[in-house]
């Protein structure tokens, strides 16, 4: 009894030692897919993570997002031009260019809206409308397609967008 109350104790304590100022962004972040992506990424916050909110996070986060896809658009536009002969590649990268540039951009736009006019009710809908294009993107617009067997570095930069999303969804859902 007194052995279990000394564990409680300690682990009260080493939890609330972890907690930043601010945020906890532990919290956040062990609920996350990958928590060590999650930590790297809101702790690079320009300004740090001390007295930012979760509005702000999440922000930063729609932020990280958005770069993220104009980076992976540059590759997609490139992958289209490197395969201008191969149909099924050209095909499968013209739908990815429309999905993330046009898609998921404006679903990012749309997001970072709602967020800053406070309903959040809507924002794991919206953000989720994010990830819904990305997939659109791997897994093809039908659910009978065959996944295009995409050997280039656009399902790597697909799945970062994909880990950023999941930081905004835990977060919404903790607002
Ligand atoms: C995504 O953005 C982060 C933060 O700016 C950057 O470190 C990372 O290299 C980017 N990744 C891709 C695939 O664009
Ligand atoms: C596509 O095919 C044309 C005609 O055969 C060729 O001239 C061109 O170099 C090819 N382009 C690429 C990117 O392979
Ligand atoms: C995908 O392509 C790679 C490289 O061409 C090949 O090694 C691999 O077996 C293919 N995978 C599938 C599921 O077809």
């Not at 304590?13 to 809101?42: M, R």
């Not at 998921?104 to 749309?110: T, Y």
């Amino acid at each position: 009894m007194a052995q279990t109350s000394m564990v409680l104790v300690f682990l009260l304590f080493a939890a609330s030692s972890y907690a930043t100022q601010g945020v906890e962004l532990d919290s956040i972040c062990k609920q996350a897919e990958n928590p060590t992506f999650c930590l790297n990424l809101l702790n690079s916050k320009p300004g740090g993570v001390a007295g930012a909110d979760l509005v702000d996070l999440a922000n930063y986060a729609l932020d990280v997002a958005r770069a993220n896809i104009t980076t992976t658009t540059k590759l997609i536009k490139r992958l289209i031009r490197r395969n201008v002969n191969d149909t099924e590649a050209r095909d499968h990268y013209r739908l990815c260019l429309n999905q993330i540039h046009k898609g998921a951009l404006n679903k990012v736009e749309f997001t970072q809206m709602t967020l800053n006019s406070g309903d959040y009710q809507s924002l794991n809908v919206a953000a989720s409308g994010i990830r819904t294009h990305i997939e659109l993107c791997i897994d093809g617009e039908s659910p009978s397609d065959t996944p295009y067997n995409d050997t280039s570095l656009l399902p790597t930069y697909a799945n970062v967008i994909s880990q950023v999303v999941d930081i905004i969804l835990i977060i919404s859902n903790n607002l």
